[in-house]
């Protein structure tokens, strides 16, 4: 099984539309989450990292369910400059480097 | 400032021969970090360097496989005995501490093709 899994999309969504996207991850040790933008052919640059308690930042909200070991990006109002594919990352068990899932893509329509 | 840089930005090379890829961490950058990145593919770990301490070679696929960090600076991915299945975008990273929330900051990685 591997150590975080994205559904891979793509979501076409209208502009202004509200999306979501989830990620599962199998070490129950994690610590640290993230969720990373990646544009076609660019390096990944960090969206916004996950807190236990739940995070917002401007039209983009992070979740995290222990529980379930998953977590959540919303998008809310989306914008054409959005398009992009989104990684969720944990922490490497054990260590301080990552886990990438394979990302989620998103394309947002005029 | 300057971010991370990589070197060189495409790579072509004949199967069996080796191959060296250069990172410059943004400076101060105590942790660097290497992933691969193959088509279809998510990004893999590949070693970690902090500061003079062991690097952590756990994601190293074979002993083709090796790096340096020399003055705690800059780095070198070499692949020896290059195969097909080597191809792929080689991402260096780099990030002001070891700390895992610390933010990494990518370079704009090295495409390698191996034919």
């Known amino acids: 099984r591997k150590e975080v899994e994205q559904d891979p999309g793509p979501f076409n969504v209208p502009e202004g539309a509200t999306v979501a996207f989830n990620c599962t991850y199998s070490n129950s040790a994690s610590q640290s989450f993230f969720w990373y933008r990646q544009d076609c052919r660019k390096e990944p640059k960090l969206l916004m990292s996950v807190y236990s308690s739940g995070n917002e930042d401007g039209r983009f909200t992070a979740q995290l369910n222990r529980a379930s070991q998953s977590v959540s990006l919303l998008i809310r109002d989306s914008k054409l400059s959005d398009s992009a594919t989104y990684l969720c990352v944990v922490n490497r068990r054990g260590g301080y480097a990552l886990n990438f899932g394979k990302g989620t893509s998103l394309l947002v329509t005029p | 400032g300057a971010g991370v840089s990589q070197s060189p930005s495409n790579k072509v090379t004949e199967k069996g021969k080796d191959v060296e890829l250069r990172c410059d961490p943004i400076s101060g950058h105590t942790a660097l970090y290497w992933y691969r990145q193959s088509l279809g593919q998510g990004l893999e770990f590949l070693i970690y360097?902090?500061?003079?301490?062991?690097?952590?070679k756990s994601g190293l696929p074979s002993d083709r496989f090796s790096a340096e960090r020399t003055g705690g600076s800059v780095s070198t991915l070499t692949i020896q005995r290059t195969q097909q299945e080597d191809s792929a975008v080689y991402l260096c990273?780099?990030?002001?501490?070891?700390?895992?929330?610390?933010?990494?900051?990518f370079g704009p990685g090295t495409r390698l093709t191996v034919t």
């Open positions: 360097f902090q500061g003079n301490s062991a690097p952590d």
């Open positions: 990273a780099s990030s002001l501490t070891d700390r895992v929330s610390y933010e990494q900051y």
